[in-house]
């Protein structure tokens, strides 16, 4: 996408900022250049307009933190992410109309951005913001919203990007673009991270607790129990360890999976995606990676899921809650964009239970699932 790769920015036009940001010229690195590249695009005079918008709008959004079975969970009134609340690219049936304009092949209007990875990736800013310097790292081709074969690019970015988390949705885990993409946000600022972190130093979070699956020379997985939701956190130092337990776990969980059907609402696992022109290849998931220099060690959290939509979505009426369960949802952020919604789930947090489970994997393919992880060697 020749369109895409000029819409980047050189070091000479980021310059300003690397000074802003006490970055001398032979420290700027990739990790440098996304710093910097957030200060170009809210910088009044030429940076990004909607992103600038978006950020006043999000400065006035309203947000709470609700104790729900225990565990702590942010909910947030917030209008800047309402397109992607409200995006049903993966929701389309065949003989819908056509697809929009990719807004990842065709920029907006001001928004530029960092190319890493030999051009492979181009780093944005994401105007739909869950928080300040959220981003959006998007494939310079066109290329669909699959991970498996990827999972090592997601590696490397975690790794060049040590200041942030990158995310991954997949196509019916809450993506609202076929165009393949990370988002990352500045380091364990969301709840579910920070409580991730808390549990992993042996502290408390609630009735949360963490339990070992797996163990083996190089890594330890373990799975956090009264969680609300269904993870599965990798420690470890050893990159092509992670890569080979992330294509076991694709594949087992692959497996699980075929027990999505006959859900109401949801597609069968397996049925044609309309909007990405095939049928379903891999499991329904949420991911979040990081790495940690001065450990030299990535920590990565795994959500299986049955679906992004949880039961409340698809009621009639005023019982209708718009929610769309991603990565961020997953880390403990929820997201509305109507107030009568935030509201409701302000005065019962159990519906917040509720959408996690709907969403999440159940505790019977959870079972069958951890039979199969624990044979990892
Ligand atoms: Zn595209």
Known sequence: MMAVI????????????????????????????????????????????????????????????????????????NKTRRQSLTSSTFEKQAGDLAEPTCFLCNLDVGQRGVLILDGKFIVLTNPGITLPGDLTIAATQHELQLIRGRFAEMIDIAAILPAFSIYFNGALAG???????????????????????????????GNARLRKIVKCATMEVFQIENFLRSVQIVVTKDRQALLEFFDYYLQQLQKVSAAIKNIPNYPDFGSLIPSLGQKESEPRLNIMLKYYPDYQAFIAGFFPKRFNRPQCYFQKGRAKIVLGMAIKEALGNLITCRKPDYDRLQRYPEFIATAYQDTSITSEMEEAFFRALKTFK
């Open 6 to 77: 000029e819409r980047h920015l050189t070091d000479t036009e980021l310059n300003p900022y690397f000074q802003e940001l006490d970055i001398t010229l032979q420290k700027v690195n990739d990790n440098a250049r996304v710093q910097a590249l957030i200060l170009q695009q809210t910088d009044p005079h030429k940076g990004y307009p909607r992103l600038i918008k978006n950020l006043a709008t999000f400065s006035k959004s309203l947000s709470t933190e609700l104790t729900v079975a225990t565990i702590p969970i942010r909910l947030v009134l």
């Open 175 to 205: 993506a609202s673009s076929t165009h393949f993409h990370f988002q990352a946000g500045y380091k364990d600022k969301l709840p579910g991270e920070q409580q991730i972190q808390r549990l992993l130093a042996g502290r408390a979070v």
